[in-house]
């Protein structure tokens, strides 16, 4: 019985502290720094896609993370004629993704949280040519943005050595059917890690007017939404509106498309200025973007801290399980025992067959296969009672 209840003590106070010092961390959140972090983004005349300051946003950004004692590098790459919706004539030039990298402690895994948002920005309230001339994106989305370097600042200031890495990243053209997000998980799937944990998106998080905040969740990443409902109430004064309304709208769509789980954070209420050369500083909530760091900064620390022991058992089981095509015959071995369901996607999430409790490892003459050309990168989910399993191949 001693032993007993000096464990519960031990399990107590591990708790108390581990609550103190997530509590020091949120205190340093600060509105000031907030809001410099969007006024500087929108002192840029525009984050337009295509116009010539993204390059040198992508490096201030750069040079901000680097301060923080960040690893930063520049994911650079070439778009060639790119048209889309009311673009009149077409693009082509490179654009920039910031990808920042604060190792953690585990054992030499690549083992990382991602938080993730979009610097680029657009303004269509009269013609395309407003994008190249005025946008000031501050809500959309300066104010992901300006979290994230916030949290990243906290993260420095309280020098965090978590157990596993932390990643935070912006993207370039998101508005433009997320070029940068699909880059990077296009690129970053070739040396896949051994187990990212999962993603975390802001986009358009400045407007406030009923103190709410969208969780905008993906199906079988429960663990992820559970904590952020739990976060909100624990550390924030945010109420949760749980949804499902715009989970395909920003760049965390790409990552759940990819396998990683994921969840995005947007207002409950979003401005009606945004997309237009009104999006200014101005019409921000700046109080309401601390609650909403806190959200993420908590979300990130409990995950990359490891509060709630993440295991890397799912590694082991995606490293064993095989999945190839000969012909139009698709083959997989090894699921787990609990498997049940698979589906097989497209690189954008689009399913293309899905079966409960799979009795067979093999599909002969498959009509699954039939009309996908080869060389096409498919995904195969592997759905088990605690976890999605994710497995990349080639048609």
């Not at 994230?148 to 965090?160: G, H, M, P, Y």
């Not at 663990?223 to 920003?250: F, K």
């Not at 954070?265 to 200014?280: G, R």
């Not at 959200?295 to 995950?303: E, M, P, Q």
């Amino acid at each position: 019985m001693k032993r007993i209840l000096s464990f519960l003590c031990l399990t107590f106070l591990c708790a108390t502290i581990y609550a103190q010092d997530l509590d020091r961390v949120l205190q340093q959140i600060s509105k000031d720094s907030i809001q410099y972090n969007v006024e500087s983004l929108q002192s840029f005349p525009t984050r337009f896609t295509f116009s010539p300051y993204c390059r040198e946003v992508a490096f201030y950004l750069k040079d901000r993370m680097q301060n923080y004692g960040f690893e930063v590098e520049i994911d650079s790459f070439y778009v060639e004629n790119f048209i889309w919706g009311d673009m009149e004539e077409s693009c082509s030039m490179y654009l920039y993704n910031v990808l920042a990298f604060l190792p953690g402690y585990h054992d030499g895994r690549d083992t990382s949280f991602f938080l993730g948002a979009h610097y680029d920005d657009r303004s269509v309230s009269y013609s395309l040519d407003d994008s190249f001339v005025l946008a000031p994106g501050a809500d959309d989305n300066a104010s992901g943005v300006a979290c994230l370097l916030e949290i990243a600042r906290v993260w420095s200031k309280e020098n965090i050595r978590s157990k596993y890495g932390l990643r935070i990243e912006f993207y370039s053209g998101e508005e433009l059917c997320f070029l940068g997000s699909s880059h990077r998980l296009d690129s970053w799937s070739r040396t896949y890690p051994t187990h990212p944990l999962g993603m975390l998106n802001l986009d358009m998080v400045g407007n406030n007017s009923s103190d709410s905040i969208h969780l905008e969740y993906y199906d079988f990443c429960e663990w992820l939404t559970n904590l952020a409902l739990e976060n909100i109430t624990t550390y924030t004064n945010l109420h949760a509106n749980l949804d499902q309304e715009y989970i395909e709208r920003s760049d965390s769509w790409i990552f759940y498309s990819w396998g990683l789980d994921a969840l995005f954070l947007t207002e409950n209420d979003f401005s009606p200025y945004y997309h237009t050369p009104q999006d200014s500083s101005i019409y921000l909530d700046y109080e309401y973007m601390i609650e909403v760091t806190k959200l993420a900064t908590s979300i990130a620390y409990d995950v990359a801290t490891d509060k709630n022991n993440v295991s890397l058992d799912e590694a082991i089981l995606e490293n064993a399980i095989k999945v190839y095509t000969q012909e139009n015959t698709l083959y997989i071995d090894n699921l787990p025992n609990q498997t049940q369901e698979i589906r097989l996607m497209n690189v954008l999430g689009k399913t293309l067959y899905q079966e409960k409790y799979p009795r067979t490892s093999h599909y002969s003459n498959s009509q699954i296969l039939k009309n996908i050309p080869k060389n096409s990168i498919l995904l195969l989910q592997v759905v088990t009672p605690e976890k999605v399993l994710t497995k990349k191949f080639v048609r």
